[in-house]
């Protein structure tokens, strides 16, 4: 069982002249939950090495058992120190492939052709796909084979309106997630602002929050075994 882990490689919030990146908790809790069951696990980013990290998900009142756990596991530390480039990955090398949120891939993977090309070949080949918040913002371009849409008509979260607003980043986002999901055609469907929320349509499978994470991995595990 052959996983790849997609993470940004952008840090810059906008123009707030602030940092962002990947959020923690959204790579580390799927991570181990791959690990823990027997997966190997490959990272990726477009620019390969260490990908950023959001700082705000390194706060205290943003920690798990598993950011903990991440902390002290010097192995994981230096495979997330050295991704790969995306551009040297091959779909054929993998059963499944998962994409962290945090901000940063609204601006990168969400525009990166290599990152496009990736997830409708794995889908073509009747391999997962699977994101997790912001990351569902990574299928705004992909489309299937007859030219469509890929959400269009697929059962989809991700990170809502509302929650963008509570964090006050609304207007610095180069796109809603939401509206964008829903733009296309995508079915999208949310929880409670900060609970866990998992849709699965078939190879598909968003999280809506953080709070998703886990369940995401969950899912994707499952269908891996089925």
């Known amino acids: 069982m052959n ?7 952008h ?3 906008g123009d707030t002249g602030r940092k962002t990146g990947f959020w923690l908790e959204e790579f580390a809790a799927p991570y181990y939950a791959f690990v823990d069951a027997g997966a190997k696990v490959t990272l990726a980013s477009p620019k390969g090495g260490q990908p950023p990290l959001d700082p705000k998900s390194d706060d205290p009142d943003a920690q798990t058992d598993d950011t903990r756990r991440f902390r002290k596991d010097a192995d994981a530390q230096r495979l997330l120190a050295s991704t790969r480039r995306l551009a040297d990955v091959q779909p054929a090398d993998y059963d499944a492939v ?7 891939p609204l601006w990168d993977l969400a525009e990166d052709a290599k990152s496009v090309a990736l997830i409708e070949t794995m889908l073509a080949a009747g391999k997962p796909v699977s994101a997790v918040c912001h990351a569902p ?6 489309k299937t084979a007859d030219g469509k849409p890929l959400v269009q008509g697929r059962q989809v979260t991700g990170f809502s309106n509302a929650e963008e607003a509570a964090v006050q980043l609304t207007d610095v986002v180069p796109f809603l997630v939401e509206d964008e ?4 055609g995508g079915r999208y469907s949310k929880g409670p602002d900060w609970q ?31």
């Open 196 to 226: 866990s929320h998992v849709v699965a349509d078939g190879l598909l499978i968003t999280g809506q929050n953080p709070a998703s994470s886990v369940g995401v991995a969950e899912a994707l595990l499952e269908r891996l075994k089925s």
């Open 98 to 104: 998962f994409y962290p949120g945090g901000h940063g």
């Open 181 to 184: 999901l829903a733009k296309l």
């Open 137 to 142: 913002g990574v299928l705004r371009h992909a």
């Open 11 to 13: 840090d810059t919030l």
């Open 3 to 9: 996983i790849l882990i997609v993470l940004t490689s």
